[in-house]
C-alpha cells in the first residue's frame, strides 16, 4: 500500500470522477483508474460507486477517505517539520553598532522572533576596528566606507535635525540663520578617526564653518542626552530626535532644508563561506530598512 495511492484516490472522490483526477495530476486516466482498481483489490473493499455518469464513495470508501486524509496531513507535517528542523537557521551573530543603536533594537528582537536559535551579540563600538581580527559579522555604519577588503551594501539614507532644548533657547536665544548659530554652544563629534567635527554641511552649497561649543563626543546618544538636558544645539538623526520634537522636549530649528543626509551601510568580511544566518540578517536589515524609508 502506497501513500501516493491514498492521494490518488482522495483526488477522485474530491474531483468526482476518474478523467477530472487525472487532469488535476497529470496522469493518464488509464493510471488512475487501475491504481484505484489495484487499491481496492489489496483492501478487499469496493471504495468508489460508479456510474456512467458519476463516482462516489462508497460507505467503507468515506471512511477510508476520513480516516487517510488525516494521516496524509499528519505526514505532511511531519515531513514539514523535519525539513524545518534541517534548515532553520542557528548559531552566533556578532554585530558591530555604534553607540546610538537603539531605534534598531526592534529589527533585532524581530528577527529572533522569526530565528529563536540564533544568538545575537551586540558589540557597542564607535571607532574603526579590524572585523576578522574582532570576529564581527557584521557592522553597521554610518558614511562612506572606502575598505575594499569588505563588502558594503546600502540600508538607508537617513536625515539629521537641528535641535536645541526649550531651556536652553528661552536662555540663549532662537537662531533665525546658520550665522547665528557661531553665537551658540554647539554639541559635537568626534568620529572613528578622531576627528573633532569643525563644519556642517546642510547641502553642496550651504554649511556652516568654524562652530564651536564646550562638549564633545564620539557617542551620538551622549550628544541627543546634552542637548536635552540644555547644553546646547545639536545635529542630530532624526530618527533619534523626532520623538522629542514631537512630545515638545527639543524644537527643530532654522528652515526645514537645513538638513544633512547620511548613508547607512551594512558592512561585512569578505569571506569565501558566510553562514546562512548571517546572510539572512543582512538581507532583513536591508529589507527592513527600505520599508521604514518608503513608509
Known sequence: ???????????????????????SLDLPTATVSRKIILLEKELSLTLLTRSTRSVTPSKAGLIFYRR??????????????????????????????????KPLIPYFHQFQLMHPDILLDLVIESQNICLIKHGIDLAIKVGEQQDSNLKCRKARTIVTELVASPEYLQSYGTPSCLED????NCLRFRDSNNVVESTWTFSKDEKLNGI???????????IHQASLLGQGVALLPRVLCKDDIISGNLISLLSTN???HYDIWLIYPTVKYQSNAVKALIDFLADSAQKATTS
Open 1 to 23: 500500500m502506497n501513500i501516493n495511492d491514498f492521494q490518488i484516490f482522495h483526488s477522485v472522490v474530491e474531483s468526482g470522477g476518474f478523467t477530472a483526477a487525472a487532469k
Open 68 to 101: 487517510t486524509k488525516l494521516i496524509c496531513a499528519d505526514l505532511d507535517n511531519t515531513l514539514e517539520e523535519m525539513h524545518y528542523n534541517q534548515t532553520a537557521l542557528e548559531g552566533e551573530i556578532r554585530v558591530q553598532l555604534l553607540p546610538a543603536a
Open 181 to 184: 548659530l557661531n553665537e551658540h
Open 212 to 222: 564651536k561649543g564646550n562638549f564633545i563626543s564620539n557617542d551620538i546618544s551622549l
Open 258 to 260: 537645513k538638513k544633512m
